[in-house]
Every structure is written in C-alpha cells, then in structure tokens.
C-alpha cells in the first residue's frame, strides 16, 4: 500500500522568512496531494493540494510543487506569519475510494 | 459555508462498553470516511464508505469496528468491546467525489478508561 514519508518534523524559522516542507510517496498511482493545517485540538483543514497532472499550484503565500518521476512533493510558504504556526500534514491518494494515507507532520514555529 | 458535524466532542468509556460516534456529512457529498488521530501522532485512515457500503478499509478496521449510514443524513462509526488502545481522537470527512478535497468534522475525542 502507499506510503507517505515527511520531514522536517518540527520547523522553526523567523516571522518573514520563508518555510518548505517536503514529502515523498511510494505508490506511483497516486494521483491526489492534499495539504492540511492542523492547529492544536483542531480539525485538520485543507490549505491547498495539487493533481498528478500539474508540477506547481500557487496561493497567495503557499505553493505546492509534485515531481511525479521523483515521487516527492513538498510545500512552500513565504513570508511567514505567527498564525502560520500549526502542525501541516501531507497526504496522498490514489485508490478509487481516495482514501488519504498521511504523513507523520510538520510542527511549524513562526517566531515573531 | 457547509460542514461536517460530529457527536459527541468527546466520550468517555469503560474499557469493553460500545461506543458509536456520529457524523453528518455535507449534505451532497457521496463519499465518508472516517480516520483516527492518536494524541500527537499521525491521521490515520480507517474506512471509507460510498453507496451505503464499505468501499475500503484499513488494517486498523478490524471486527470490533463497523459503519453505518442509519437515515439519509448520519454516519456512524460502532467500536464493540472497546479497549484502551482506541482512545483517539476520531474525524469524520467527506467529499463530493473521491479524489476531491476531503472536509474533515471537528472529531470525537474518545477516552477509554
């Protein structure tokens, strides 16, 4: 079955600078890669996710960027802000169901 | 903006009691699902459900666990003979179509004691 290998697992960088956080999966099928925010004691809500179709999708401050023959994908955010402080997980799908088999976490620490 | 709604926020258990833990899905969402977090720890997937059966499963999904979609609104998530190791924090998600963005519920925190 898919596998979902993330890092770093905590992250702490200065309020402006400039965040990445990479995953990789093992199964090639695997054509769905959402990104979730997870503050404490929170749902996990969708930041943004990316099809195996396309190599960037952009948001405002997050960007997402799939390499499909490397099997990675990995998360950017710019100018960081306090309030991007949160546990970010990946994920991956690609069974007909699309169930998400997550990754492991990131904390993320913004320090003012 | 829908959501998805879960009951209760949290339960606390007797070790070996049934718990059913309920979720109302985005009213024209087909898929549910349902995943357990355990404290500090990964989401991890259980089961999905389209049709009104089971589609997938982990193997977390074992016998003691079962599903189920009552009326035309609740999905429900029975843990039988419950037991220490299933205290977790439990997500209901669902989604229009698979492969779609997947709204997660602000879960159950079951406390089995």
């Known amino acids: 079955g898919e596998n979902v290998e993330q890092h770093p697992s905590t992250l702490s960088v200065q309020e402006g600078d400039s965040a990445v956080i990479k995953c990789t999966y093992s199964?090639?099928?695997?054509?769905?890669f959402p990104w979730y925010k997870q503050e404490l004691g929170k749902r996990p809500q969708l930041i943004i996710d990316?099809?195996?179709?396309?190599g960037e999708k952009k948001d405002q401050r997050i960007a997402v960027t799939l390499n499909k023959t490397a099997k990675h994908f990995s998360l950017h955010i710019t100018e960081t802000q306090p309030e991007d402080s949160a546990v970010y997980f990946c994920?991956?799908?690609?069974?007909?169901?699309?169930?998400?088999?997550f990754g492991k976490g990131t904390k993320l620490s913004v320090k003012p | 903006e829908p959501e998805v709604t879960q009951t209760p926020s949290h339960q606390v258990t007797q070790m070996g009691q049934e718990v059913i833990l309920r979720c109302v899905p985005i009213?024209?969402?087909?898929?549910f699902y349902w995943y357990r977090q355990i404290l500090g720890q990964k989401v991890e997937f259980l089961v999905s459900?389209?049709?009104?059966?089971?589609?997938?499963k982990s193997e977390i999904f074992d016998d003691q666990f079962s599903v189920e979609r009552p009326d035309g609104s609740n999905f429900t998530l029975k843990i039988r003979s419950t037991k220490l190791e299933d205290s977790a924090m439990y997500f209901c998600?669902?989604?229009?179509?698979?492969?779609?963005?997947?709204?997660f519920g602000d879960g159950t925190r079951l406390s089995i004691l």
């Open positions: 990316i099809r195996s179709n396309v």
């Open positions: 459900f389209y049709n009104n059966e089971i589609s997938e």
């Open positions: 994920a991956a799908s690609g069974g007909s169901q699309g169930n998400l088999i």
């Open positions: 009213s024209n969402h087909l898929y």
């Open positions: 199964d090639s099928a695997s054509n769905y």
């Open positions: 998600a669902s989604s229009v179509f698979s492969n779609q963005p997947q709204h």
